[in-house]
Each structure stands twice: as structure tokens, then as C-alpha cells.
């Protein structure tokens, strides 16, 4: 080593101890990084030399840049227990988790074990009930699970695998030894969040991820994608991925893998059984599924035979199932192997059935349903951590789930006590686990903090394949005994090293098996229903917006409050549902912010929140861009009165934003059969809301400051005085906003934009023959084109919005078939829309 290499050495050496300066392993807990002698650990060391190379400053430019990107992918997560329900941006741990090659072999062994047990285990517990009969399981240990479904029972799934994805959460004890803490095989989430961390860290950290030997998750995702089309047999069937909706706390993860993957995402409203059929509803009518990822729980699957109070499930599901025409992963029922009371027989299980323990234990657990083991563990309740033995929590005992039967004041451990004597067949008792401990980036220096790893693993052929990452929860305090996500923590990526180079894996297929393609699968219905509202919600808070402008236009030049313009103005906005009921104060200003801010139906925040939730149904087709343009435009409408600018700043802003939705949908959107959705349903907007303007201000007693302000609202005055050196006057203003069908803001022009996409929906016929929309649009088209501007009046323009109208209910009826009722009142002319 030359003199300059050890002066480098020396100064990493120097930056490595000034960053672990605040790093004090927790007594009596491994910690990841750190020996016992206080040494760093033989794989952290090149991890933390590049950590050292960087320097503090860079990385917390680097690590503000990963949580920059996670923001402007719209990555998030809900609450369980938030009221508002509110999304929040997800918590990135900085520094990864590195797990060595020997380390992660005896994980992916011990847990293909356990996986292959807990399928032999519920193929028993839905089928012959052997366990039982022997006497390896006690049957109320599952019976009393909810997870336990009575008419799953008896019914082989199609290929003979109950699970297919499983996830199990694991930690490591004192000793170094990994240990389980509990199963997942009901919708187990995370696999898509680890995606995400993955994408964020190596952006953020690139030295890491390119000189180290970290395995990639490509090469899991593929082979699931590869097993899951092929149960999906018939040439026309798609995966779909089963989601309870965007309400849902994990439903970013659902949307995402569904993109990712090049699945269908799919609502229960999206589907239907038909001839013990499963199909999914699309604008080209049903097609087959036969292969569905199901991220809802069970019970809510089918109203039918399980939960009758679901609305999120498919009526029926059960009985394609029981025919065979449909996999599902994992099978109903498979929640019943995450009861804590199985936990206390499994390791007998494993014995009979395997002949041998399992290679990775989990905690100790003891059923309370036995006299025995309650009245032992009652004796000496405060070793130990209490657990409902089924559920998350118990009501009214174990609220907030399992909890620590030491930190109980006197009064509650009593009550607790009493209540396992009463029904101790609900509880568990489990030893206390002290996590381990991983670094976190705190401040310029690294502190250990607790964590709980999730491991993945999928079921492709006859063998398991282990995710080589996984999704790591890590607490923000230093003495917690549990960490989720619900209610602190953080979430870090995790790096699996391999013992050689790694090769490069993707989901892409290679070029000289790559079909070319210009189009995709058949739009499912509720897709297209939720484009189509999405466009007229953004164009109707684009002509409220425009009328504010026109608002603070009239009052900014001087034009009183009482002048006849102004009045139409504020009746227009009256009309429009965006105003209040109870009278506003005559000033512009604040009948300004109360038609931007106010919670009206037709405001520009309520405007901008529907349009937000419709574009949450379809995130999976939405870009980070137009996605942020949406929640921007959410945001300056929350603002409130008091938000930085003025009012009439804020309307600026909105329809600058508006501006960019606008060019994002018509220049970075793939003009196909969604797309056409989303013109159609910004088309008739923009003409209803032109012809309501039209009556507003170019009745026959309008005067030239009406029809000045109609030219402004349909953005049309330059051309207008292009054509006419002269004040506006009625007859050329109607033919330029009506008439004229080369002014892109026309009604004129709307009618011809919609002819034109009718015409390429599914349903059009190629013969000629016209169906009942395109019937409309062509009346109203030869009514606008045969019409006089000097004749024009209030009863024909009326006949326009009304073929408007109709041409969105038969748009509906033919295309969006799974919405039950009515959609909304539309303020634009008080009508039922939808």
C-alpha cells in the first residue's frame, strides 16, 4: 500500500468512527452491524466504507433525494385507525439491512420448510381433518378463527395448492438465531413497498448497489409472473389482482404490482360469475379470469356463502371455485394458519408429518384453551406477552392487540386474568422478544434501532422460490418490543449479498422472443368509467376557475358589485353548486375563496377531490405526473383563505395546473380506448358548460360587457376581434363559441371531437348502422351546423345540453354496466348525471 493509499485508508477509517460515534448496542441484543467485540461485522465493512466515502452532507442530500422520489411516484400508506383516513408519504429507513450469503441460505431452507408445512397443514384442516382425528391439533384451536370458512371445506383448489404466496415475519433473538413471529398467507402485503425501497436506496446510493454483490428481486417477481399466467390456461384470460379498493391501506402496493407485473387490478364490482365463470367486465364486454392475486381478505370474497354485509367481494366467487374454473391466491380460507393457537401445536405437527423440528423455530407460544397451560401461565402472567389467539385484537380487552402483560396497571392485569380464566380458548401467551438491532441515519450518525423483517416467498411449479430482500420494519424507539408500520417505524431496504457476481435480471422479455404490440388488454369498465369522470371533473373545475378569473377580471377594472356582468357571474357560480347556500358577503374576494376553498359540491376543492378519488381508482394507468398534477391541484384548494397569494392568484395558479393536466393527458397518454374516455368525458363538460355560459351571458338583453366576458370564458377573444373590428355583438359571438367548428372551445367543435370517438369504441358498427349515441350526436351535430347565429336561441341551445346529457347516460349504460344507481347531481344544468 502506497503512502496516499493509507492516508485514504486512515481518513475513511476516521469518517467511519465519527459516524458510529452514537452507535451503543442495546445490552443483551445482536445487533446486525456491530460484533460482540465492537467491531463491525465482515459484510457491513464495504457498506460502511462507501457510507464513509460519501460523507455525511452528500448522503443527506442523497437520502432527501430517495425520499423525493418515493413523493413523486405517489408511493403511500393509510392508517387503520386515522379518522380521516388520510394517505401519508411512506417512511424510508436510510440505511439498508445486509443479510451475508450463509445467513440467508439457512433463512430461504428453514422457511421453504415452513412453507411446505403450512400448505400440508391447511390441505388437512380444509379437507380431512387428519390433525385433529390423531390428536396433533385441538380443533378449537382453528375453529374459533374467523379465518376459519365452513364452506371451504371439502373443496380441492384447481392445481392442489391452498398456498402459492406466503410471507412470514421473522427476528432475531439474543443468540443470533432467526426466529418466526408470525405467518402471513391471507393477503400478505410489503413484497411491492421492498420494490419500492429497492428503486429509492439504489437511486440514492448507487456506489452500494453496483460494487456489492446484492441480489436482485427481478428475478422473484418474474418467476410469480411466470406461474400465475400460466394458471391462467385459457388464451384469452388474464391475471387479475383482487383489491378491496383505494380506500384500502396498502391499495398503492395493490395498483403498483398490477403495473408492474402487467396484471389487471380489479375491484369485486369489476367482476362477475356467469356459468360458474368467473369474468371480469370490460367496454369490449366480459372476459374470462381464471387466475386471480387476491389482496382481500377472505370472509369479503363472495356476499354469497361468506360475509352477506360485503360489497367488496364477487357473488358466486365460492362456487366457481367449488367447479374448479378459477385459482386463487392464496385459496379462501388459508387466514385460518395465522392464529397464534396454531403456533403452540405446529412444532408437534412438524414432528409427525416431517419427522424432525423445524430448521427455524418460532416464539415459544402457549394456547390458553388448555387448563393446564392457562392456570401456568396466569401463575406468572407478567413474563409473558399476551395475544388474542385468532384475531388482531380482542374488543374491549386487547384493544390494540397483543400487549405486554407487565406494563399493565394492577386493575387491567387483573381484569386480563379473569377474562382467560372465563375464555382462555382466545388467548395465547408468548415469551417476550427482544429484537435485534440495525443501523439508522439519525442526524449525520448512525444509531441502532429494533426491527422486524418480512420475507416473501411464491410457489412456482412444485418447489418455493424466496424473495432475496424483503420488507424491513424498523422502530423508531430503541426499547420497542414490536415494531408495524400502523403505528411507528420505518421501512428499510434489505440487501441479500451473494457469494459471486450477480447477474442481471428483468422482467422484460428478451428481443428474439419479444412480440411486438401497439395495443393492450380490454379496459375493464370500472377503468373506463373513472377516466371518463375524471376528465369532466378537472373540465368542470377548469370553467369554475375561469369564471373566478372573469369574477376578479370585473371587480379589478373597477366594475361594481352591482353592475348586471357581475351579477351574472355570481348567479352562474349560484347555479353551479359552488357557492353557498346562505348568502355571501358582496365582496369579490371572498365569494372568491368560498367558491375555490368552499366544501360546495360544485367548488374547486370538492371538483378537485372527486377528480382525485377517481384517479386513485385508476392509479395503475396514471403517471407520476398527471398524478401529482391532481394532488397539486388538491393541495392549492386546501389551502384555505389564508394561503400564501391572493385568491385571484390562486385561481391562476389552478388553471396553470389545469393547463399542464390538459397537455399531459393529450401528449403523454396513449391514445387508445381509455384515452377516448378521457376526451369524451372533457368534451361534453366543456360543452355543457359553454352552452350554460352562452345562456348566461348571451341572452337577447345581455349587454357588450356580457358578451366581452363570454368571449374571455371561451378563451376566444383574440380570434374574435381578428375576425370583427368592432365591439362584440350577439349574432358573430354565437357563431364563434356555438357555431364555429375550426374554435377548439366551440360547442361546435366538442360535438365533432365526440362524433369522432364514438366512433372508435368497441361497440360501433362497421356497417354503417348507427348506435344510440352516435344517433345523438349526429342530430346534434346537423342541429348546430343548420343553426342561424341570428336565430339562435335559448330553447335550441338547451336541446344541445339535453343530447349532451343523454349522450353521457347511454355512454354509461352501454359501457360502465357494474355501477349500481344514479352517479351525481350535476351542477352545470341541475341534472341527474351518469
Excluded at 390428536?135 to 378449537?140: K, S, Y
Excluded at 415475519?169 to 408470525?182: E, F, K, N, S, T
Excluded at 386463487?328 to 423440528?357: Q, Y
Amino acid at each position: 500500500m502506497t503512502a496516499k493509499e493509507r492516508r485514504a485508508a486512515d481518513t475513511r477509517s476516521e469518517r467511519i468512527l465519527a459516524m458510529l460515534a452514537r452507535y451503543e448496542p442495546v445490552p443483551g441484543v445482536y445487533d446486525e452491524m456491530i460484533d460482540a467485540r465492537g467491531e463491525p461485522r465482515e459484510h457491513w465493512k464495504p457498506i460502511l466504507a462507501s457510507l464513509a466515502d460519501i460523507g455525511p452532507r452528500e448522503l443527506d442530500k442523497r437520502f432527501a433525494g430517495a425520499e423525493r422520489y418515493l413523493r413523486d411516484t405517489g408511493v403511500f400508506y393509510r392508517v387503520y385507525d386515522d379518522p380521516q383516513n388520510s394517505e401519508r408519504a411512506w417512511p424510508l429507513a436510510h440505511i439498508p439491512l445486509v443479510i451475508a450469503p450463509d445467513e440467508w441460505a439457512s433463512l430461504t431452507a428453514g422457511l421453504t420448510e415452513r412453507a411446505e408445512l403450512l400448505d400440508a397443514v391447511l390441505k388437512d384442516l380444509l379437507g380431512p381433518g387428519d390433525l385433529v382425528r390423531d390428536g396433533l391439533l385441538p380443533a378449537a384451536t382453528f375453529a374459533g378463527s374467523p379465518d376459519f370458512l365452513r364452506p371451504m371445506v371439502g373443496i380441492e383448489p384447481r392445481g392442489g395448492s391452498h398456498l402459492l404466496y406466503y410471507a412470514v415475519d421473522v427476528g432475531r433473538g439474543p443468540d443470533g438465531r432467526w426466529w418466526v413471529l408470525g405467518d402471513r398467507a391471507q393477503a400478505p402485503s410489503g413484497a411491492g413497498y421492498a420494490l419500492q425501497n429497492r428503486l429509492a436506496m439504489a437511486r440514492a446510493l448507487p456506489e452500494i448497489y453496483r460494487s456489492q454483490p446484492v441480489e436482485r428481486l427481478a428475478g422473484f417477481f418474474q418467476a410469480l409472473r411466470s406461474h400465475f399466467s400460466s394458471l391462467a390456461a385459457a388464451t384469452d384470460s388474464r391475471v387479475a389482482v383482487l383489491t378491496p379498493g383505494p380506500l384500502n391501506e396498502t391499495y398503492f402496493e395493490h395498483a403498483f404490482l398490477a403495473r408492474y407485473l402487467g396484471f389487471v387490478l380489479a375491484e369485486g364490482a369489476d367482476l362477475t360469475v356467469r356459468d360458474d365463470t368467473l369474468y371480469v367486465r370490460t367496454v369490449s364486454g366480459l372476459k374470462k379470469l381464471e387466475m386471480v392475486w387476491r389482496r382481500l381478505d377472505a370472509d369479503f370474497a363472495d356476499p354469497l356463502e361468506l360475509n352477506p354485509r360485503s360489497q367488496l367481494g364477487v357473488a358466486g366467487l365460492v362456487h366457481a371455485i367449488r367447479s374448479g374454473k378459477v385459482t386463487l391466491a392464496n385459496a379462501l380460507g388459508s387466514g385460518v394458519v395465522e392464529a397464534r393457537g396454531l403456533l403452540a401445536f405446529l412444532p408437534s405437527i412438524a414432528r409427525a408429518k416431517l419427522g424432525r423440528d423445524l430448521a427455524m423455530p418460532h416464539v415459544a407460544t402457549w394456547w390458553c384453551g388448555q387448563p393446564l397451560e392457562r392456570g401456568a401461565v396466569i401463575a406468572d402472567l407478567d413474563s409473558f406477552v399476551v395475544a388474542p389467539a385468532f384475531s388482531p385484537t380482542i374488543p374491549g380487552i386487547l384493544d390494540e392487540g397483543a400487549v405486554l402483560a407487565s406494563s399493565l396497571s394492577p386493575e387491567r392485569r387483573l381484569a386480563l386474568a379473569e377474562e382467560m380464566r372465563l375464555r382462555g380458548s382466545d388467548f395465547v401467551a408468548q415469551e417476550v422478544v427482544k429484537l435485534s438491532t440495525m443501523p439508522v441515519w439519525r442526524d449525520g450518525y448512525l444509531e441502532p434501532r429494533p426491527f422486524i423483517l418480512r420475507l416473501f416467498l411464491a410457489k412456482v411449479g412444485d418447489s418455493w422460490t424466496v424473495m432475496p430482500g424483503g420488507f424491513c420494519r424498523v422502530g423508531d424507539r430503541i426499547d420497542a418490543r414490536a415494531v408495524t408500520m400502523q403505528r411507528d417505524g420505518r421501512s428499510a431496504d434489505v440487501c441479500v449479498l451473494a457469494d459471486g457476481p450477480v447477474e442481471e435480471t428483468t422482467l422484460l422479455p428478451s428481443l428474439d422472443r419479444l412480440e411486438l404490440r401497439r395495443a393492450t388488454s380490454s379496459l375493464p369498465s370500472r377503468a373506463a368509467d373513472n377516466l371518463f369522470w375524471l376528465a369532466r371533473y378537472m373540465e368542470r373545475g377548469e370553467a369554475t376557475l375561469r369564471v373566478l378569473r372573469a369574477l376578479g377580471e370585473q371587480v379589478g377594472s373597477g366594475e361594481s358589485m352591482t353592475t348586471d356582468t357581475v351579477r351574472r357571474i355570481v348567479d352562474l357560480l349560484g347555479v353551479w353548486e359552488a357557492l353557498p347556500e346562505e348568502p355571501v358577503v358582496a365582496d369579490p374576494t371572498a365569494i372568491a375563496a368560498a367558491a375555490f376553498h368552499g366544501r360546495t359540491s360544485g367548488g374547486v376543492l370538492s371538483l378537485a377531490q372527486s377528480a382525485l378519488h377517481a384517479a386513485s381508482v385508476i392509479r395503475d394507468r396514471f403517471s407520476p405526473d398527471a398524478w401529482r398534477t391532481i394532488t397539486d391541484m388538491v393541495a392549492l384548494a386546501e389551502g384555505g383563505p389564508k394561503a400564501d397569494g391572493g385568491i385571484f392568484e390562486r385561481v391562476e395558479a389552478g388553471l396553470r395546473l389545469s393547463a399542464v393536466f390538459s397537455g399531459l393527458t393529450q401528449e403523454n397518454m396513449n391514445q387508445l380506448i381509455g384515452w377516448r374516455f378521457l376526451k369524451l368525458g372533457k368534451r361534453i363538460e366543456r360543452a355543457l358548460a359553454t352552452c350554460r355560459c352562452v345562456r348566461q351571458f348571451a341572452d337577447p338583453k345581455a349587454g357588450t360587457a356580457s358578451l366581452d366576458l363570454l368571449l374571455s370564458l371561451a378563451d376566444s377573444q383574440i380570434t374574435y376581434r381578428r375576425r370583427y373590428v368592432m365591439v362584440a355583438a350577439r349574432p358573430p359571438v354565437l357563431d364563434l363559441v356555438m357555431l364555429d367548428p375550426n374554435n377548439p372551445r366551440s360547442v361546435a367543435f366538442q360535438i365533432d371531437r365526440i362524433a369522432a370517438h364514438l366512433k372508435e369504441l368497441p361497440d360501433h358498427m362497421s356497417d354503417g348502422r348507427l348506435n344510440v349515441a352516435e344517433k345523438l350526436i349526429a342530430r346534434t351535430r346537423v342541429d348546430l351546423q343548420t343553426a342561424d347565429a341570428h336565430t339562435l336561441d335559448v330553447r335550441q341551445i338547451s336541446a344541445v345540453e339535453q343530447a349532451l346529457l343523454a349522450i353521457s347516460n347511454e355512454i354509461s349504460e352501454r359501457y360502465f354496466t357494474h355501477r349500481d344507481g344514479a352517479r351525481t347531481v350535476g351542477f352545470m344544468a341541475g341534472e341527474v348525471l351518469g
